[in-house]
């Protein structure tokens, strides 16, 4: 068993080091963890005197959660009487968060907290991949694998993750705590090259947390550090080209939406694209257009000149909310909020515990909620392979790591009775 719980944790390490930067490496790796979930579930043994049917009974919310939008599929396809089985793999992935919570509950936090290495080497890869694939700025690519703005998110919160975990080094650890800070720095770099205004409005949602999670911190002093942080990103914002042209242009974007001159521009695009699929939920309010049905239906309000020609042809409505409430209606717009706000909740009730492992710990949950909360106003986070493991694998990980922790501070309290 021991030898077991060494290769989950090794897995875990390589999912961090690599899913972001080797292609088909969160695939392979997610894979073998539900491997090693099955094995450890048929084999009938216990996480810390608990069953496997007693651990989802103790988070039964989050678990129906991660299989809501199958519900929601399935409810759509009754509803419209055609069945494609292709559109139940993206949800299959979320449902598949109870094995991977399972074999993460078998992990000691001793294993547990050598994640947090992996964190750094995946922030430091990342940005040195973001760096050479954009020329260090010059250039804005697309995709390799995955979108540059989902890639600059991810890589954020990696840096984020290293940050946080900066409480479980000693103080004297100065080494230590130095790269985790570059870790952060490395993960706001990629944020910089990804040129995503929206994942650089989720640097705003972080900073909030992390003003939440500290204790025992003057006031002073945190206002300090935010006015500090302020002016740095304020002299990006002046000095940096990137930041300077992307506002310039979302100026232009709004400005010529708004008088009616062109409305084809990438801010412009992302407007009707949100009229329209507000128009396809209020058509179709209880299961909305379907997975596939999706471009056919805004074809159809191209015709209708409710959205423009070139609109038409996106495969998303650039907004998670919007997103979901189209295609699968209610059901949709139920489960991505239930997505977002479960999981949150395990985490925001921890976020001032006395504890202070398990605040920043909890504060790494809320970041990774929030975070795909606050992109997905502007972007489809959910669309990419790579964001199911990511998702299920930290929010497990991170929940599972906070179970941990009280059990280990209730045994003293246990042995005095």
């Known amino acids: 068993m021991r030898y077991s719980k060494l290769l989950v944790t090794a897995l875990l390490i390589a999912f961090y080091i690599l899913a972001l930067v080797v292609d088909r490496s969160a695939g392979v790796i997610f894979g073998l963890l539900l491997l090693f979930g099955l094995v450890f579930l048929v084999s009938g043994k216990k996480a810390n005197d608990k069953s496997f049917v007693q651990l989802v009974k103790e988070y039964w919310p989050l678990h129906l959660t991660m299989c809501a939008w ?13 069945f494609l089985w292709r559109t ?4 299959f992935r979320l449902a598949m968060f109870v094995l991977v919570f399972w074999v993460m509950s078998f992990l000691s936090i001793r294993y547990m907290k050598y994640v947090q290495w992996a964190w750094v080497i995946g922030a430091f890869l990342s940005a040195v991949k973001i760096h050479v694939l954009t020329g260090g700025g010059a250039m804005r690519y697309g ?3 995955i979108p540059i703005i989902i890639f ?5 919160l990696l840096g984020i993750f290293s940050a946080l975990s900066i409480v479980w080094n000693k103080p004297e650890n100065k080494i230590a705590i130095f790269f985790k800070i570059a870790a952060l720095c490395a993960g706001l770099y ?6 995503s205004r929206g994942v650089w409005l989720t640097i705003f949602v972080f900073i909030a947390i992390a003003l939440l999670v500290t204790k025992n911190i003057r006031s002073s002093y945190k206002l300090s550090v935010v006015i500090s942080f302020v002016v740095f990103l304020g002299a990006i914002s002046y000095f940096g080209n990137i930041v300077k042209e992307r506002v310039l242009i979302g100026e232009s974007d709004i400005t010529q939406y708004s008088a009616g001159k062109n409305i084809d521009t990438s801010l412009g695009t992302r407007l009707q694209l949100w009229h329209g699929s507000w128009v396809l939920f209020t058509e179709h309010p209880l299961t909305g257009v379907g997975v596939e049905g999706f471009p056919l239906a805004l074809e159809e309000l191209s015709k209708r000149n409710i959205i423009t020609p070139l609109s038409a042809t996106f495969p998303h409505s650039h907004n998670e909310i919007l997103f979901m409430m189209s295609k699968l209606g209610l059901f949709g717009l139920f489960t991505i909020l239930a997505l977002y706000c479960t999981p949150a909740y395990y985490f ?3 976020i001032r515990n006395n504890d202070s492992e398990i605040r920043y710990i909890a504060a790494m949950g809320l970041a990774l909620c929030l975070g795909f ?4 106003l502007v972007d489809v986070v959910f669309l990419w392979w790579e964001v199911y493991p990511y998702y299920t694998i ?3 990980f991170f929940l599972i790591y906070i179970m941990k922790r009280k059990e280990f501070l209730d045994k003293p309290k246990e042995s005095h009775q």
């Open 143 to 145: 995709s390799d694998f």
């Open 152 to 156: 600059g998110e991810l890589t954020l």
């Open 190 to 195: 990629a944020a910089y090259l990804s040129q």
């Open 394 to 396: 930290s929010i497990a």
């Open 70 to 82: 199958l519900i929601a599929v399935l409810a759509n396809q009754i509803g419209s009487g055609h």
């Open 373 to 376: 909360f606050t992109l997905g």
């Open 348 to 350: 925001f009730r921890n």
């Open 88 to 91: 139940y793999d993206p949800p």
